[in-house]
């Protein structure tokens, strides 16, 4: 049997989720129904809530929904987090909560979930940065373990937070434990350069690019 997915606070299925055949998906445009859609159907139940900006009284909707009927799992999909919310977070960790950023890996982070890995959120908000980086190999004394040749590489920005960030380049130059400085131009067009280590790197073959997490350690 196919998991049950219910989504509420949007009008379509994500385009993610519709690719994903393990999933029967439904939309619920009324949250006040959810209940009795959620005890007519048997087996594994995934509630994924999008909203703006996530309060203490949708936690408690919630929370009561996940009390009261069996297989029940809430992910929320946010923008923004009240104060409280982020006090509550801490401590409770029956919600899985995902930053309106990551929604293109809601489907990978349902079927982990699914696979009895714990998710948490990340603390720092990701952005998405239209404007391209540059990167090279480190001037700090630790970049001095990087291999012979590492070449100055345009990136993209796939997302940005202030303790990090995940970049794609068009070449497998850089390996996970390697340190680069990254140059962008800021939104408001600074220009900044942030020393970093790649903390890991994979080799997308349809797009032929490198994606690379990278942890900010300075900045200039």
Same mark, same amino acid.
């Given at each position: 049997m196919n998991t049950q997915i219910f989504i509420t606070g949007t009008p379509t299925v994500p385009n993610v989720l519709k690719k994903e055949n393990t999933f029967d998906c439904h939309i619920i445009e009324n949250p006040y129904t959810l209940r009795s859609a959620l005890q007519t159907t048997k087996g594994e139940k995934i509630v994924v809530v999008f909203l703006p900006f996530l309060e203490v009284r949708h936690f408690d909707i919630y929370a009561f929904l996940q009390k009261t009927i069996e297989n029940v799992k809430t992910f929320f999909v946010v923008s923004e987090? +009240?104060?409280? $919310? &982020? $006090? /509550?977070? /801490?401590?409770? &960790? =029956?919600?899985?909560? #995902?930053? &309106?950023? !990551? !929604?293109?890996? #809601?489907? /990978?982070?349902? @079927? %982990?979930? #699914? *696979?009895?890995? *714990?998710?948490? #959120?990340? @603390? =720092? &908000?990701? !952005?998405?940065? !239209?404007?391209? %980086?540059?990167? +090279?190999? +480190? $001037?700090?004394p630790l970049g001095t373990g990087n291999r012979s040749f590492q070449p100055i590489l345009g990136g993209a920005f796939e997302n940005i937070s202030l303790n990090g960030s995940c970049v794609k380049i068009k070449a497998p130059f850089y390996q996970k434990k390697d340190f680069i400085t990254l140059s962008y131009q800021t939104k408001e067009g600074e220009y900044v350069n942030v020393e970093g280590q790649v903390r890991w790197a994979k080799w997308d073959e349809k797009s032929q690019s490198q994606e690379l997490g990278v942890q900010f350690l300075t900045q200039a």
């Open positions: 987090l +009240s104060a409280p $919310m &982020k $006090m /509550k977070l /801490k401590t409770f &960790k =029956d919600f899985i909560v #995902l930053w &309106k950023t !990551e !929604e293109a890996h #809601l489907a /990978k982070d349902i @079927q %982990a979930y #699914l *696979n009895g890995k *714990n998710l948490e #959120l990340r @603390q =720092d &908000k990701r !952005e998405v940065h !239209e404007r391209r %980086a540059m990167l +090279s190999p +480190s $001037m700090l």
